[in-house]
């Protein structure tokens, strides 16, 4: 197959993603016998698994960075996507090429008759990722969790490090002790011998960490943690101490105190991974060269337009803390925001702080569990925010823009249905413009090659 043509085989298979948002019941069997037919290529590599409820793709990526600044190939596998599903799988955070990812699912595709039930979307790319990673010959794999962790299918892997950032409200109705429920499933890709970094200090949830079968267990805030985390210009400036040392004015280029401890809790995986402190110089280097995309990032100057995948209350008060300590705005302040059905919206919007934006703009995200804008704009009407419904996530940010002057700040959140939308937008956008400088060029260009 092509990867058109293995992108609509995919699309035949349920996709919980986009669906129903959690797992198809409590087993690993049918994934296992995926793998299994494959030959078991999550074998063929070590593993980093990480999980929690905010912080996993930041932590991934950096992580990744560190890995292969050291020289190592790693893979790494995350989701969701913003733009395009090669985003998901990618090999020193390069993204997996469209044929290489056609080759990949038509590997799966080739099994799927033997393996009887059709698997789900979700085992589809996961195995792919695993096929390719084996196929590509990577020296270690980056492995987010899709979901909570236990039945998530990339726990099929015996993980030589586990990773929890944190445990918030996420996929859950929060009913009494929704938090230790989510710990407990978490904590399931804690395999036995693995080092388990814990970025999650809650006291409340300690005894379920401490029964994980883990070898080795390092807290944050005990066992390693951030010292100074210090605003920046286009990003931090931290120290960190590791159980393998000290590292001090380390710059990263994120913003948000909250990637501090991402950021710790990828450099303490990596040294357990490696079993040694690494060289500062190593990881001043890497950590130089890291990006988030959908994480805090600026598309767009005069007005700044910034994206950011906030779609749960931790994450949109880690949005709302970010902006504060990082961003000076001197003119006013546009928020684009659409939800999903699972969210609420009084909650959320007093996280992204939508009474302290001086026009609120309320769209509909591409997505079958979207919340209609219209529903939306009440909630926020109701809480005294001056609102507007534009539902196309793009044509409200244009919105935005139009109203914004080159002093403003325009900020896109709720759901990575809307941040991918209007990131795709300015892509399309950057790309027109490159061609039409290239031609530009061009047209100036003699003969001889020579500018006239």
């Known amino acids: 197959m092509n990867l058109r043509e293995a992108q609509a085989w995919l699309d035949r298979h349920i996709n919980l993603e986009a669906n129903a948002g959690r797992p198809q019941g409590a087993s690993l069997e049918r ?15 070590p593993s980093i698994h990480i999980t929690g409820t905010n912080g996993k793709g930041s932590t991934a990526r950096i992580a990744t960075a560190l890995l292969t600044t050291a020289g190592l190939t790693a893979g790494t ?64 794999a980056v492995l987010e969790v899709g979901l909570l962790g236990r039945y998530d299918c990339t726990n099929i892997v015996d993980a030589t490090v586990a990773v929890l950032t944190r445990v918030a409200a996420d996929h859950t109705d929060r009913s009494e002790g929704w938090r230790r429920a989510i710990a407990a499933e978490k904590v399931g890709i804690v395999k036995p011998g ?23 267990m390092w807290v944050r805030d005990t066992d390693f943690g951030v010292g100074a985390n210090r605003v920046a210009v286009g990003g931090r400036l931290l120290d960190i101490r590791t ?38 110089d190593l990881v001043t280097e890497a950590f130089a060269t890291v990006t988030v995309p959908g994480r805090l990032e600026a598309v767009a100057h005069s007005p700044s337009v910034m994206l950011d995948a906030a779609h749960n209350p931790d994450g949109a008060e880690a949005l709302t803390q970010a902006l504060a300590d990082s961003f000076t705005v001197v003119g006013s302040r546009y928020l684009v925001v659409g939800l999903l059905a699972q969210q609420d919206p009084a909650e959320m919007l007093a996280a992204l702080d939508a009474r302290g934006y001086d026009l609120v703009l309320v769209c509909t995200p591409d997505s079958p569990r979207a919340r209609p804008a219209a529903r939306v704009a009440e909630v926020a009407a109701g809480m005294g925010v001056t609102v507007e419904v534009v539902p196309d996530p793009v044509e409200a940010v244009g919105r935005a823009v139009a109203l914004a002057d080159d002093e403003d700040l325009v900020v896109v959140a709720g759901s990575i249905y809307v941040v991918g939308a209007v990131r795709a937008a300015y892509s399309r956008q950057a790309e027109v413009i490159a061609t039409a400088a290239a031609q530009a060029d061009a047209d100036d260009m003699g003969d001889d090659g020579r500018y006239l």
Do not use: K
């Open 31 to 45: 994934m296992r016998d995926i793998a299994r037919v494959l030959g078991d290529p999550q074998q063929a590599y």
């Open 77 to 140: 596998y995350t989701s969701p996507h913003l733009e395009h599903i090669n985003e998901r799988i990618s090999r020193n955070l390069e993204p997996i090429s469209d044929d290489e990812l056609a080759a990949a699912f038509s590997a799966v595709a080739a099994i799927e008759p033997i393996i009887g039930e059709p698997p789900s979307h979700f085992e589809i790319l996961t195995a792919a990722a695993f096929h390719w990673f084996a196929d590509v010959a990577v020296d270690v």
């Open 194 to 216: 693995s080092t388990f970094v814990l970025g999650e200090t809650d006291p409340d949830l300690r005894d379920i960490f401490d029964a994980a079968p883990a070898a080795e």
């Open 243 to 280: 159980p393998g040392g000290s590292y001090d004015d380390l710059f990263l280029p994120l913003h948000g105190a909250h990637q501090g401890d991402n950021a710790a809790c990828a450099l303490t995986a990596v040294e357990a991974f490696f079993g040694r402190a690494l060289d500062e």
